[in-house]
């Protein structure tokens, strides 16, 4: 197999107003290769990208395809040179069927012509066999999983028979099963020569399927285009963030002590929850662990009143309560929740920096001063901002034209500058780099040692042991086990799947 580029950007730079997101850029793409693009949030991987795929074009530099110099005028130029992306946000409509949303290009051309949906699904199958999904391509996508939504955009890029393929953050809403399988479909591209790039801060993933890396950092190459043999994820690190990884290590903290802020006593909910009981103590860091599927999400929900609680009981802060919607958890109750769902949940991304941070302070601050301004919000919300180094042009900045892990991290920020009493925090390092995860961690810690109490969602085993106190283990929306932590990876997360395996089975 021919060696040598198939895709190159030399030299690229790319400035906004007030910002310059790219400094002489450099990367390189061999075909038969899957290539890590690696970075922190805000180290320009996604300006890059949007660059090789037309949707920016870059200040200064050149990009040459087949040793030829390239440009690409739009998303569909790209495409049709044969360059496809994979988005860390779904790019599905939810209304479309399955087979719809995979051959959305091929409707887009043929618009005058009627439809032949016969043949659009008999067309899809093949792309959704490829990853093992078996799914009817007639279905609407809107009534897909996460998980399946996001192999539904894997399928769809395939579908492009792509020379380059571009994957953004491809496994962050996969299970284990479903990321072997995406593995298995991108070893068997790369070996029928389509180069891949691949985007993920899962550095162990990273390190088992990837054979070339390109490291940024501040906009410019801290790594450029080099072999990953003999490349160990210390090296990774030191490249992205500039030290060594620096995240704190998990501690004993004994909370047996402190008065419980919330208790579930049996609980029901309209979802379908049964009999759930847990109590989160001042102070105390809680582990809900559970598979895709287990109903963590679901329950969290329910108790910040968006569903309805049916049966059993509710207590914060030793009380009986019926709470009736989220707005009644946040202000009357002092309850916050950081979704995992930052777009749709977490953040009003046509409002500003400032506006998303301050929205569970406006009530506190305008009880208490009497009138709201931006400098009282800016006043309380700036410092955790400033902690978890927000990367935006001012604090009057679009939360939409930031990237996913500034977001993220402004999603976090908010929650922090409202001081709750009791904090959900569901799937908080998605998306976000190895450096915020790591500030994140330690405010998390920080924040239960000054008294919060904190209800933790997360399907990343490591980050469940590192933060927990006591993990409980959920699935098929019931508690199934509680595991007291010690801090011993190899221990706790054999004793969770034992807790999972041992679950009753559902009748047939």
């Avoid at 860390?88 to 209304?95: G, H, K, V």
């Avoid at 109903?295 to 910040?304: P, Q, S, V, W, Y």
């Avoid at 997360?458 to 199934?480: G, K, Q, T």
């Amino acid at each position: 197999m021919d060696r040598s580029p198939i895709f190159e950007a030399v030299g690229v730079q790319k400035a906004f107003p007030g910002v310059l997101a790219l400094k002489g850029v450099n990367i390189s793409l061999l075909p038969g290769s899957i290539h890590a693009l690696l970075g922190e949030n805000g180290a320009g991987k996604s300006t890059l990208i949007k660059i090789i795929t037309g949707v920016h074009q870059p200040t200064a530099g050149q990009l040459r395809l087949d040793g030829q110099a390239a440009t690409f005028g739009s998303p569909r130029d790209a495409i049709a040179r044969g360059i496809g992306v994979v988005h860390q946000e779904r790019n599905l409509f939810p209304r479309f069927s399955v087979a719809e949303n995979i051959h959305l290009e091929r409707l887009a051309m043929s618009y005058l012509r009627p439809v032949d949906y016969a043949a659009l699904n008999r067309a899809a199958r093949p792309w959704l066999e490829a990853l093992d999904l078996d799914i009817d391509p007639a279905t609407p996508v809107s009534e897909l999983s996460v998980a399946r939504m996001q192999l539904v955009e894997i399928a769809k890029a395939l579908s492009l028979q792509s020379r380059v393929l571009l994957l953004d953050e491809p496994t962050a809403s996969l299970t284990s099963s479903e990321t072997d399988r995406l593995f298995t479909i991108l070893r068997r591209l790369r070996d029928d020569g389509t180069s891949l790039v691949f985007v993920s801060h899962k550095l162990e993933e990273v390190q088992e399927i990837c054979d070339r890396v390109t490291v940024l950092r501040d906009g410019a190459n801290a790594c450029e285009s080099r072999s990953m043999e003999g490349v160990d994820r210390k090296q990774l690190v030191q490249m992205m963030i500039g030290r060594s990884e620096g995240a704190g290590a998990w501690r004993h903290r004994d909370r047996r002590d402190q008065p419980e802020v919330l208790d579930l006593a049996g609980v029901d909910t309209a979802l379908g929850h049964r009999d759930v009981s847990l109590t989160v103590r001042k102070g105390e860091i809680v582990g809900l662990y559970g598979l895709v599927g287990a109903g963590r999400t679901e329950l969290a929900k329910a108790i910040m009143g968006q569903f309805a609680v049916t049966g059993g009981e509710v207590r914060v802060n030793g009380a009986p309560v019926k709470i009736r919607s989220v707005a009644e958890a946040i202000h009357r109750h002092r309850m916050g929740y950081i979704s995992e769902d930052r777009k749709s949940e977490g953040l009003i991304l046509q409002h500003s920096v400032l506006a998303n941070a301050g929205v569970p302070i406006w009530r506190r601050l305008a009880q208490a001063m009497g009138s709201l301004t931006d400098g009282r919000v800016r006043k309380v919300a700036s410092p955790f901002l400033t902690k978890l180094e927000v990367k935006t042009p001012s604090l009057a900045q679009s939360v939409g034209n930031l990237s996913g892990g500034n977001q993220q991290k402004i999603s976090v920020a908010k929650w922090l500058a409202a001081n709750v009493g009791f904090l959900i925090v569901d799937e908080p390092s998605v998306g976000i780099d190895i450096k915020t995860k790591a500030y994140l961690h330690d405010l998390l810690r920080e924040l239960a040692d000054n008294g919060t109490a904190i209800l933790l969602i997360s399907s990343e085993m490591p980050e469940m042991i590192a933060l927990a106190d006591r993990i409980m283990v959920m699935d098929e929306y019931r508690i199934r086990g509680e595991v007291t932590n010690s801090g011993v990876y190899a221990e706790i997360s054999h004793r969770i799947m034992d807790r999972i395996h041992d679950a009753p089975q559902p009748a047939a």
